[in-house]
């Protein structure tokens, strides 16, 4: 199938200009002005921005947590992502704790996800225990295509000592690898949870109290030492405020790599919402929690400044019902949030449109950087001759409110409930195909398991 996409505006991190693209086949054959091509299927982009698909590297699909399985499951979860112009999404794999192996975690991952994904995929892998048989594992997970990790310095399922911490860093880096890394205080984090307990309080506007900034500054700092005695370079995932931010620029003045991504639900929503009534709180129940008006506005200052590499969505959405099993004590609320299917159109509309950042800036947080941070540049992350046809089209005259009647995801809420977006997903190209259609899907589970490179920033 031919397809030549006439008179729109493509945008890459570089620059913005009118361009006709030519798709053949699975890939971009052409890209430029006054392009012809007698056989293939002609639209009309004019007013229309055409953008190199998405790419969420943050997303947490059929995924167990507190006792139950996160609402969205590969199938409806990439739905929503492609619904949203998101044509790859980058899901945490997990090792067991407790002998399990890599290997077996990416086996049980690749059941959950092939054959249901409406978008392309691919998976870090997240290393819960750390010995020999682990290091050894290491060459053969980027053999699967798998070269990005994540390390959690909370949750005791998952979480590494600083013993651990280091090695696994260092030895990452001897192979061109680098991890993701969840920093909060678990220790101190325990003690303020038992705190509230022991005073009853048990309500969700509890949440963001025995999770301080703080405690998420000091992991930022502890784990950024670690990683200058080790040398190694770390990626900060779902950063939320300005004193975790201030730890990353001090290590960067130091010369040291780092790398930060953070997620929308930082950037639009304050910690007023969890003292919504009727446990309307819950619902915005994540960690690290969401912060304070200041938070977001140093956030956006460093989208702008081009000092946040990625924007993600820690995607993990649960039903009200889920949420329900911590009615009478916050910390059994399952923790996360729906948010794949709004990443691009929530930036456009509240970054773009207001000024705070560009259209290359945009393109860069949403395709480009995770592209080439996660090894697939220039497959994906780019309008360019020879790249996979994967092109989220934004009709900026399509205008609609945000809501869980409406939106793509199982669950039943939404936290951006409300929230107008100027600017729509019309029509989204997954490897060529038209896979949505006037905002809405009409190709399904064409995604394909994408074996990723080695980072190239
Ligand atoms: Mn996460």
Redesign the pocket.
């Known amino acids: 199938m031919k397809y030549l996409l006439k008179n729109g505006t493509v945008v890459s991190g570089e620059k913005t200009e009118k361009q006709d693209v030519l798709i053949e086949g699975e890939r971009i054959a052409e890209v430029g002005v006054n392009l012809q091509e007698h056989d293939a299927c002609v639209m009309d982009m004019t007013g229309k921005l055409l953008f190199p698909g998405f790419i969420d590297a ?1 997303t ?1 699909f059929d995924l167990e947590v507190a006792g139950t399985v996160t609402a969205d499951d590969f199938e409806s979860g990439t739905k929503a992502a492609v619904c949203g112009g998101t044509t790859l999404v980058i899901d ?1 794999a997990s090792q067991d704790k407790g002998g399990g192996t890599l290997k077996e975690g990416l086996e049980k991952w690749h059941k959950k996800a092939d054959g249901k994904c409406s978008c392309d995929y691919s998976f870090h892998m997240s290393i819960v225990e750390w010995n020999e048989k682990t290091e050894e594992e290491i060459e053969e997970m980027i053999r699967e295509g798998i070269t990005s990790f994540k390390l959690y310095m909370t949750y005791p399922a998952m979480m590494v000592n600083d013993c651990d911490l280091y090695k696994i860093i260092k030895k990452l880096n001897e192979f061109g690898c680098f991890a993701g890394v ?1 920093c909060e205080n678990s220790g101190v984090i325990d003690a303020l949870i038992s705190e509230a307990k022991a005073a009853g309080r048990l309500g969700p506007e509890n949440h963001p109290l025995v999770r301080p900034d703080d405690m998420e500054a000091e992991a930022v700092h502890r784990l950024l030492v670690i990683a200058r005695q080790a040398d190694a370079p770390v990626m900060v ?2 950063l939320t405020n300005k004193k975790a931010y201030h730890e990353i620029m001090k290590a960067r003045e130091c010369g040291q790599t780092v790398y930060a991504e953070t997620c929308p639900q930082y950037l639009l929503l304050d910690d007023s919402v969890y003292s919504e009534p009727d446990f309307e709180g819950a619902k915005f129940v994540c960690a690290p929690p969401i912060r304070k008006k200041t938070d977001q506005e140093c956030l956006w200052q460093a989208l702008a400044e081009d000092k946040i590499q990625t924007v993600a969505t ?1 995607q ?1 959405s649960f039903t009200m019902e889920q949420k329900a099993l911590g009615k009478d004590d916050f910390t059994k609320i399952p923790g ?1 949030l729906p948010g794949v299917e709004t990443r691009g159109t929530l930036l456009y509309t509240y970054g773009v449109r207001e000024g705070r950042i560009t259209l290359e800036q945009m393109c860069r947080l949403l395709s480009e950087n995770a592209a080439k941070l996660y090894g697939v540049y220039p497959r994906k992350g780019a309008i360019l001759p020879g790249s996979d046809a994967d092109i989220a089209v934004i009709d900026p005259q399509m205008e609609s409110i945000i809501s869980a009647k409406t939106h793509a995801y199982r669950t039943d809420n939404n936290p951006f409930e409300g929230f107008p977006l100027h600017g729509g997903i019309d029509k989204v190209f997954l490897r060529g195909h038209l896979a949505v259609d006037n905002g809405k899907l009409v190709e399904e589970k064409l995604g394909k398991y994408i074996y990723r490179g080695k980072k190239q920033i």
Do not use: L
Request: a negative charge; glycine letters at 12%; hydrophobic letters at 10%.
């Open positions: 943050h947490h945490y969840h995932v779902h820690d993990c996360g």
